[in-house]
């Protein structure tokens, strides 16, 4: 079977033999002119001069002489026309956006030919519309008097007289558009074929055009093809099957059926009855996922081995499957031509560009110094792009950040590279500067790197972009705000796509489904064949009212629905072997349904129709459990709490094995880091933090430790010393400087909280005065000497206890906290017991405290663990001792023997090479844990 390309070069040869020089073939896109010449050198015998193959508007432009401009042209002068006419004082930025929609339908307007005057009246008080439009038909009237009799002259809505303010100045806008386009040489494409059909007598016209491959026409083609038609210069070749156009109810057909009336076909009628007669091999797979489509190429490939690569077209009706399709061919495939672009806001380099914006947006400067907010720079700094170039840095000052919990960073702190320098730097420039000295930064190292082509082409498009922006925002003398500049160069990013180069004429063809026109292949893998992909449901933005668009022949939506339905079949009448692919997860309102398109064929084609579904195959096992027993490694870790004091095991570690081994191992052992968060307000731990070292300056203050009701007092009527010792605590955690940047109500609330708990702790322990402070926050340890594997060893364990006070009682030693703990528990073995839901940790950890505490400061006194509940201290009656069942500890001897049995035991577990490290059996506790990820609990 002949594809269409064949059918007319053949057709070609046939009526001009070799001497078609003289012939002008004009196509509706560049791709299609590469094939034919390939196509028409195959059938010539010796050299000759080759016909001269243009596009439609490559052809208008010869001729007229004026030049397409680029979009952000043509809306600055667009707004300057505006601006002149209407005499408004509106600035560019709010006229941006709305000005490219109007840009959008003087194009429709040019190229529908429609009478702008007529269409930009105001028609509300005229009432004889016939009378002033007669070249109109009945509906289109009836449609455009639809739309005006909503609005009541004696009363407009607010809506109304908004739209009307502006329509009433569109016709003078753009008369004057047009004009100053024309005197600078330049224009859009409407308006220079409107030009040309304007101008057609005037122009040298060539001995012969053959038009091929044209579907929908606008009135401005139509002209032009009339025109030729009429002076017998022009032949028509249009690439349909009967399937669609024979059937008068078949969209696919609609511009085709009108087409071949008007400019009947040079090839016979005969070639074009494919669709339902070639054996196709149609299957429908229905997939889970979008990746899970690309992940299939692969197995719908394998016949690419033997076959010619040439004959099969991959199609991506959604052009973001691209770069996963592009990972997902077989590497046998050496060759692969793409044929679409790649959307610019997809790639790593758009997302570059956000993160810069984003930096500069949420920056700020305190006198000459310029601070940065934390989360852009985290994410700028490990962005792939700038990490490869300077990894160990940035893991230094990441890390820097997350520790010292730096919400605002200093810029001297970034200053390590040379690309940090550029993008942190406190030079004041605008932002495509800055933009394109940081690109030009990359683009310099990638050159020399082997680095992916792909992200090159990425980096010098965007920068190219970005370079015209600023040229044009130069040449017009306007200098946007930066707002502005952002949001324009976010908006110039998301409608690129960025072109591959490659040989057309040879490899796998991947493309979409716009570019497959007048091409024709064997196979044929269409991905995302799903409703609302295909066709688009998305639609251009317009300022004129549906109604007004039917009453002066202007496009609808239904246009594009016709157009994609023609691309669609088209692309199929003469494949034999078809996969259709499609996804069926639900994402959102469209996603998960199969195209209209399947679904009609699937009911009006009468062909075999296979429909399969692809599962992933999802594994229900329960993960494996993890055991980590206790290599020689690990025991040479272990034993380095047994040689001093200087390198101890915590009671928030012992804790810590009891809740889940493997957390202690991940913890301690494997000394696997734990997520640093950054808190910009303060959370329960940072509150505790500022409480305790709030509560150890305060009673710093007092001589001699000596607390007495009269001190106390004292403390509490000096109500700006107490809150001095909370900003001080607070300004260790945020410097003055971040604290001011930081402007966060929450947490001054919460600092009016730590207040109160400083005030209640110290109405609480004037009830229990006279007291003496003998340690705050301070460091003790113990030696544990215990039998580990039949062998006596010696375990260091050693902490920081909150606070040591003697009173009359005796010594106690009080460990703060701000959660939910509690004093109670039901005996010495539960605190131990790992398998106890509410086992009390803070009376394992006081207790383990007095052992620390006693031997570091033996005396006779008896020592008394206690905890501080600091929420707890504002009720009645609180009781700060540990309640063993119903026995209140006030003196640790008497139950040290049971504590330290059972410390042994748990010491033999932790240290003895039989036990191995696993999993807790407790669910709950895997909940907040910062290893689940890696274990799966």
Known sequence: METFLQLLANDIINKYGEQFSHLTIIFPNKRAGLFLAEELSKLIRHPVWMPEILTLSEYIEKHTGLRKADNLTLIIKLYKAYIKVSASHENFEEFYFWG???????????????????????????????TNFPYLTEEEIAAIQKFWSSFNPDRFSHEQEEFLKVWNKLYATYTAFRTALKQDGICYEGMNERYFCEHIDEYRHPEHLLFAGFNALNIC????????QNLGKASFYWDYDIYYTANEHQEAGLYIRENLKLFPNELDMGHFNNFLHNSKKIEYISVPSVIGQAKLLEQLTMHLVNDNPRDTAIVLCDEQMLIPALHSIPEYIKKINITMGYPARKTSVAALISLLCDLKNYSKQEGNK??????????????????????????????????????????????????????????????????????????????????????????????????????????????????????????????????FSGEPLEGLQLMGLMETRMLDFKHLII??????????????????????????????????????AYYFYRLLQRSKDIKLLYTVGMKSLNIGEMSRFLYQMRYESGLPIKESSFQNHISTQTPQEIIIPKTKEIMNILEQYKISDQKTLSPSAINTYLDCPLRFYFKYIANIKEKDQIAEELDQKLLGTIFHDCSQSIY???????????????????????????????????????????????????????????????????????????????????????????HIQTIFIGG????????????????????????????????????????????????????????????????????????????????????????????FSHFEKEYKEELNSLLNNIFSAKYPFTQTNNKKKCTNCNYAGICRK
Do not use: W
């Not at 083609?221 to 030729?228: H, N, R, T, V």
């Not at 995302?528 to 002066?552: C, D, W």
């Open 100 to 130: 490219t929609m109007l840009l959008g339908d003087f194009d429709d307007v040019d190229k529908y030919l429609a009478d702008a005057k007529d269409l930009f009246s105001n028609l509300v008080a005229l009432k004889e519309i016939e």
């Open 221 to 228: 083609e139509k002209q032009i093809f009339s025109y030729y």
């Open 527 to 564: 991905l995302s064949a799903n409703e609302g992909v295909l066709p688009k449901n998305t639609l251009p933005s317009s300022f004129i009212p549906y109604n007004l668009r039917i009453g002066f022949r202007l496009p609808t939506p239904q246009h594009q629905e016709a157009l994609f």
């Open 800 to 891: 920081y206890i909150d606070r040591v006070d003697k009173t009359e009682q005796g010594i106690r030693v009080i460990d703060y906290k701000t959660g939910a703990d509690t004093t109670n528990f039901k005996s010495i073995a539960s605190i131990f017991d790992s398998e106890n839901p509410i086992r009390n940790k803070a009376a394992l950890q006081t207790m383990l405290y007095c052992m620390m505490y006693n031997h570091s400061q033996p005396s006779n006194s008896p020592l008394i663990p206690g905890i501080y509940n600091i929420k707890q201290l504002f009720g009645k009656n609180y009781d700060y001792h540990l309640i063993c069942d119903t026995d209140i500890i006030n003196n």
């Open 700 to 790: 710093n203050t007092i001589p001699e430790g000596k607390i007495t009701q009269e001190a106390i007092d004292t403390l509490l009527k000096k109500q700006k010393l107490i809150e001095t010792h909370i900003l001080n605590a607070y300004q260790k955690i945020y410097t003055t400087q971040i604290s001011q940047l930081l402007d966060s109500g929450s947490n001054e609330l919460l600092l009016n909280v730590v207040k109160k708990y400083i005030q209640a702790m110290l109405h609480y322990d004037k009830s229990i005065t006279p007291f003496n402070i003998l340690a705050l926050e301070q460091r003790f340890y113990v030696p544990v000497s215990t039998k580990i594997d039949d």
């Open 370 to 499: 310029i601070f940065y907010y934390y989360k852009p720079v985290v994410a700028l700094l490990n962005h792939k792009l700038i990490k490869e170039l300077c990894s160990e840095d940035i893991s230094k000052i990441t890390d820097f950040i997350n520790q010292n919990n730096i919400i605002y960073i200093q810029e001297k702190y970034l200053l390590f590279h040379p690309l940090t320098k550029a993008i942190f730097s406190p030079e004041q420039e605008n932002i495509p500067s800055y933009l394109l000295r940081i690109l030009n930064l990359l683009m310099l190292p990638t050159l020399d790197m082997e680095t992916d082509p792909i992200e090159k082409e990425f980096i010098f498009t965007i920068y190219t972009q970005i370079q015209n922006l600023q040229n044009t925002f130069k040449e017009e003398k306007i200098e946007p705000e930066e707002k502005l500049y952002i949001q324009l160069i976010t908006k110039v990013i998301n409608n690129i796509t960025i072109p």
